[in-house]
């Protein structure tokens, strides 16, 4: 018994590629949400904290840490796989300030808070952004196989 060559990948069918993109849309869809609520969590830990502060209220500090979170808000809301992939790189920041007040000698609750809420978006973002990019992929392969491969057209046009 022969087996077919690894480079080769396995045929499926139509149907199978369907299924496929619907559980990673439906994943995508449900990171997409976690997503969404831990990044208003974000946004009201750092407006609370400028609300309760002993020092009172600063606007530039308010504006300092939420801009860089707001320029990505139009990107989540129409679910563009890039924007989850580029908001992880601007949550290390937030991700490296909340371990720096964690592990400093006084921990407050907004460090806390701030490192499990930078946490957890990075971890949702990054998923949505791999299940997208997946789904991307499945439907990429599903009209390559319905259309018909390139190579079958070169084979065909080439004489003999």
Known sequence: ?????????????????????????????????????????LLALFSLHQ??????ISLFQWSVQCLPLLMFWFGLRIRKRRTYSWLGFVLFLYFI????????????????CLLIF?????????MAARWLLLKEK???????????????ITEISTPQ
């Open 1 to 41: 018994m022969s087996t077919p060559p690894l480079s080769t990948p396995p045929l499926t069918d139509a149907n199978t590629a369907q299924q496929r993109i619907t559980v990673f849309e439906r994943r995508a869809l449900y990171a997409h949400w976690a997503t969404l609520f831990f990044y208003c969590a």
């Open 51 to 56: 609300w309760f502060r002993p020092e009172g």
């Open 97 to 112: 300030k909340g371990v720096e007040g964690v592990m400093g000698f006084t921990p407050t609750l907004f460090d806390w």
């Open 118 to 126: 930078s946490t957890s978006l990075f971890i949702t973002s990054t």
């Open 138 to 152: 499945e439907l990429y392969l599903l009209r390559q196989n319905t259309t018909g491969n390139s190579d079958d």
